[in-house]
């Protein structure tokens, strides 16, 4: 793929005033306290659509010629790309017809037709984004409607790079480390173009990917884009197969780090970022700075990481604490064979579980022996680093304790 197209971050940052806000760069303290850095937030999720996808969408849409503007534009989304691209249409006055697959839920609809209005048609089609994306491909072949890409077009790069052209313009030089999420590239493309147009060099550029969909690293590998045979959607927002045609050839030609986030360690730091700064972010959102101790950030360095996204559903907070949980070892799994005779349970509790420990979850796999029935329980150690202690008190114990590992299939069926 051809990617020596000229990119203008100053130029889409113009084209795009009115569309998306600037946002603020905040100093995070525990970010701060725990690297010995001073580590600074790009707040993305203060956009009105709550995500930096606004300035890409915008910035292809405003480019559009008056003709293309009036044959008007489809794109596919169950996220965040839709919500910008509806906001820039309705704004700019552009029709847009979206194509949502049937598994987006009722309050991500909403939003989007909230955010277009009279401009956007919200077309509800098959069972998985791949559906939803073919059918919109084929309207824009069969009506001449723009195809607005999520992340793969120039444009939409030249957009997002908007992000790191304010943060260069507001820091007066180039942060030392920046922390960039990554699903197809249009962010990281977009941050590597604006820190090129400042001839920013010695910035350490880490690309934040999630470990069940690194699309990019098997790019890197590989020596071109690749398509992974399945993806972990925990982290919807950067849950990427392939990384863009157009976005590739840019970041390999940068001097990128690439780190794959277990999602566990991003709902850890979703849950920091709330109880401590009071921020909702979303999986990929929070990517950028989960585990940032991690990253070999030296004291005293300027660091900013990109807070992409806020379009969080809270109900899935309760899922969000179980993966922190057992991603810090807090909570841990067991098949336990309880002996079918009176006072069993309560032997367990007294000969097995510390003191601090908990019950969490319990529940009996089957009864069909009559003499034992396994049991699936969930305990919550008060303390992490006492399992060793917990797994010695199940080996003195009379009962088959198996501990069940997070990678087993059971776990899909508790997260």
Do not use: W
């Amino acid at each position: 793929m051809d990617s020596h197209f000229h990119l203008d971050s100053r130029a889409a940052a113009r084209r795009i005033a009115g569309l998306a806000a600037p946002t603020p760069l905040q100093r995070d303290a525990r970010l701060s306290e725990r690297t010995g850095a001073d580590v600074l937030l790009k707040r993305e999720d203060l956009q009105p659509v709550r995500s930096y996808k606004i300035r890409g969408a915008g910035n292809l849409i405003a480019s559009l010629s008056q003709q293309e503007q009036q044959r008007g534009v489809v794109c596919a989304s169950a996220g965040n790309h839709a919500q910008g691209v509806a906001r820039a249409c309705a704004q700019l006055g552009v029709e847009a017809r979206i194509y949502l697959p049937r598994t987006t839920p009722r309050q991500k609809r909403e939003r989007v037709a909230a955010l277009g209005g009279d401009a956007v048609s919200l077309i509800i089609t098959g069972d998985t984004y791949d559906d939803a994306a073919a059918a919109a491909a084929d309207d824009a072949a069969a009506t001449g409607a723009t195809l607005a890409p999520a992340f793969d077009h120039p444009k939409v790069i030249e957009g997002q790079a908007t992000v790191v052209r304010e943060i260069l313009d507001e820091l007066g030089r180039a942060p030392d480390v920046l922390l960039i999420p990554v699903g197809g590239g249009g962010l990281l493309a977009g941050a590597l173009t604006a820190l090129a147009e400042d001839g920013a060099t010695n910035t350490r550029v880490i690309a934040l990917e999630p470990a069940g969909a690194a699309s990019l690293a098997a790019a890197l590998e590989a020596g071109h884009p690749v398509t992974l045979d399945s993806v972990e959607t925990f982290a919807d927002g950067t849950a990427v197969r392939r990384i863009g045609e157009h976005t590739y050839p840019i970041i390999e030609r940068g001097n990128v780090e690439v780190v794959s986030v277990p999602e566990g360690a991003i709902c850890v730091e979703m849950l920091d970022l709330y109880q401590v700064e009071g921020i909702v972010a979303e999986p990929s959102g929070a990517m950028a700075t989960a585990d940032i101790a991690a990253r070999g950030i030296k004291p005293g360095e300027l660091v900013v990481a990109v807070l992409s996204g806020g379009n969080n559903d809270v109900s899935r907070y309760a899922e969000v604490i179980e993966r922190a949980l057992v991603h810090e070892g807090r909570k841990r799994y067991f098949l336990v064979e309880f002996p079918q005779e009176p006072g069993a349970l309560r032997r367990f509790l007294h000969d097995v579980l510390g003191p601090d420990d908990d019950i969490t979850f319990f529940e009996y796999v089957k009864r069909s022996n009559r003499e034992y029935g396994p049991a699936l329980v969930g305990i919550e150690l008060g303390d992490p680093t006492s399992y060793d202690d917990l797994m010695a008190r199940c080996d003195g114990s009379p009962l088959k304790v198996t501990p069940v590992p997070p990678d087993s299939p059971l776990f899909r069926f508790l997260l």
